[in-house]
């Protein structure tokens, strides 16, 4: 069994529910009325982009396609990210009626969970309980009387490679290929799986959707910031006594989760995982938010007696393995930051060295193909930037730059 | 076909929403609508899906790119052709990049400007060689890219030894992965366009390489020597095995007596090399330099060309017979020609229980071998064992082919060497020779007489209407009933073309076809041969009597051996330039050659298909299936 370490308690995904109400209330309402709910709750997605949900899924909806796919994210692997798996250990029926709830709205009859390679001792308590759904006519022809309406959902595993949780790789994997983004436009919504409209989502938000429906829009904006509505699950680890997963209100402050998370002798905190931000002490006041520090919820914690430029370079070690490849900027760029963080280990980095390659971490955020191209650089620039006192550049004349 | 259409689009098993134009029904089937779009200040109307890349080329901008090809499908990968689009928070792949409303671009703002440079110093970081010491000095796009953006320094290092082993197994195609920049082009050539599926990227990340099944050597896996990989890389990591030095060494040894035979693809198309405009046909200027060089005999492949006519179309009209006539069931209809060594080798690897449908009729390439250290040996009194009989081909698959052990009918190997039309174009440089400005001369006696129909075997179809304006003849005594020759509906760049011709009298000899409607089928680039095979295997093609196909897209003038670049334009201009060749020659129909009518008189007696033809212009193939190789040692 699973030990999940969580704080079951939260203020949406974690709050009380009646069972398929939900769904209940989506087929009540109609699908157009379930688009419109999510538009209405200004609900973004949960796997760390933060695309409007209701706009994906009215885009899917309003394709005029026979063949519409609904695809569950779960290929969870961004470091210290691990909120899904219990989602997908303890609440994998609310999770499966999210996605029920997502092909009614977009009118798909097909559904795929994508789990990855490494969650798969879930996979026979996740086909367990599609078995009994599917008796239960939650799943297959007609669902819960509902005419016409017939779904189902198909588990498929990943091969352990990262960049499948971007959604155009995941769907490459998903058709049987080499797991690498596509380019964009045009979009999944209207291309996607084998060439049909699908939409993607992460385990969270199919979670979260399912208490939308159920409790309404109002309900849903009453929790978190103007802009970033509703709650996020956080997968807090590293350095402080209480880590785990735990369900904040959007706008709830770094410093505010050191506190719940018992965290000592913060130097820095980063967030959203290894493509996320680091963020210094002194901007302990920032706030979880997509306005602010936009998260897919990994937070790692680092205490006064840790390195950063180790930490830089144990994100980068890891993009470096992970990038698919096909890009030059990722996959050229990424060995030069390691040569530079090497360089400034060694107290050889020159000032216009780091100049050049800071230089190139700009090209690599906006000319990558894909979203992990352009993050990848971030964790190395947010040390560089904050954490000038850990390393020291070489006096070295101008010409030999390292 | 239209003509801008890029050639895989139809074959290509890319992902949908990567193949070129397939953005046009994601966006609805809004065809042909106008939506404007303002780069760099000039504002323009573009069809909804063009690409920002294909509007800027359209109005002239030039942005610079790399993995994009116009006859492959979008990678978008390199990065190179980024630009910037306003209201993006980052840039965007002008290649991949379809258009669908109003938007501003800039192609060179500061970020992209920065971009560039940055994106062309790590191509180069990992792209071991040095300029001077490659094949594709001065015909590369990274060298070019580097240049036009002034790189003078590697600002992030340059790798100083190479990583990879080159591998040189093959008789055809080289490869050195330590020039490889991952642009893709030769996989999605091999995956996409060829549909063979040789290479691939594996590994992720810096261990991303382009590798064959478990990184076998080229010779051990199903690689069919086409060269179309070769063709479309941007660098140096892939060439065809040069055999110059070997050449040089005969045309030095006094005993050797060296001749050349030359392809009608290679003197449409070599004039290229030497900054010709594509479609410029120099054939007699080439035999001028070809003497230059030292080939002590220059000869026309166009005549054994003629002599693969008589042969595979007798042949073809006895398998009629037998169908029609004898009602022998087992006869294997339609015909395929076997003129392309790519499509041989991709017919044996893919559909080895189907080779009976294959004529048995060498290529004119080898058919020239076996008769020039036979009967022109005889004939001029030379020793066969003293003539070094090389090829000037379009052609990598060529190579590989005269290497094949049963390619020794004439009791040696019957051509040494084949050399493709960039290699030549190296040997007549290495001499200082200036091939446009050359006098003419004419091909030596006696295998240097061809006529126009050897001539087109050279472009998609070619081989077909050369077949045509023959076997119809022989079966009704009469020209066919075509303008100038012209047998237009064979003729063209559609990747699979029909066509039908009834048959309404006939000779005595052939009464048995009054009445009959000869069906034909053309085929080029193996993903549409794959398309054919297919057919032929679900029992679609029952009705049909001969089928062309070749395995490189536009015939052999697109061949793996011409010079590069390539795109559907250039292939169409070669193209051309036969066909223009061909309605000025004298002798347009196989059966007229004169020296094919003294060889069958005076050599080959039983005539076509008879014994002595069977010994050396027949032979048969080889099964060779998916598994092949040997098994990789378990260490």
Redesign the interface.
Known sequence: MTNNKTQRKGPVVFSDIESLSGLKKALELGSDKVVDIIKESKFRGRGGAGFPTGLKWGLAAAE?EQEKYVVCNADEGEPGTFKDRVLLTEYPKLLFEGMIIAAFAIGAEKGYLYLRAEYKSFLAELENELAQMRKDNLLGNNILGKEGFNFDIEILLGAG?Y?CGEE?ALI?SM?G??GEP??R??FPV??GF??HPTIVNNVETFAAAVHIISKGAEWFKSIGTKDSTGSKLLSISGDCLKPGVYEVPFGTSIKEILKMVEAKDTKAVQVGGASGTCVPKKQFNRLIAYEDLSTGGSVIIFSNKRNMLEVAKNFLEF???????????C??????LL?AVDALERGQCSKEYLK??V??T??M?????CGLG?SCPNAFVSIINNFKEEYSLAKINKKEKR | MDKNKPFAQDTSRAPVSQRINESDAAAGGVKKKKVKITINDLELEVPAGTTILEAAKSVNIKIPTLCQHDDLCLAGVCRVCVVEVEGQKTLQASCSYPVFSSIKVNTYSPSVRRARQNIIQLLLKNHYGECYACSRNNNCQLQALAKDYKIDEYKFGHIDSPKYEKDISSYSVERDMNKCVLCLRCVRTCIDLQEVGVLEAVNRGKNTKIATYQDKPLNDVVCINCGQCINRCPTGALKSKDPAQAIWEAIDDPQKHVIIQTAPSPRAAIGEEFGLPAGTSVTKKMNTALKRIGFDKVFDTNFTADLTIMEEGTELLLRLKKALVDKDKDVALPQLTSCSPGWIKYIEHFYPDKLDYLSTAKSPQQMFGAIAKTWYAQKYNIDPKDIVSVSLMPCSAKKFECERAEMNDSGFQDVDYALTTREMAGMIKECGIDLPNLPESDFDDPLGVGTGAALIFGATGGVMEAAIRTVYEIVTGEEVPFEKLRIAPVRGMEGIRTAELPITKAVKAWKFLEGAVLKVMIGHGTANAKKIMDMLCRGELDGYHFIEVMACPGGCIGGGGQPIPTNAKIREARAKAIYAEDEGLPLRKSHENPVVKQIYAEFLKNGPCGHLSHKLLHTSYTPRGKWIGKKKKSS
């Not at chain 1, 470096?320 to 900027?329: D, F, N, R, V, W």
């Open positions: 005029n490679a960049i155009t490459e058709e290929n080499r596509r380019n436009p045009p209207n291309t084998n060439g993009f470096e393995e992970e990038s698919c490849g096909q890009c030059t900027p996959r050229e760029g990424l060995p030069v040569e050049d390659v230089n190139l700009e090209t955020q906006i000319a990558a193909k352009q």
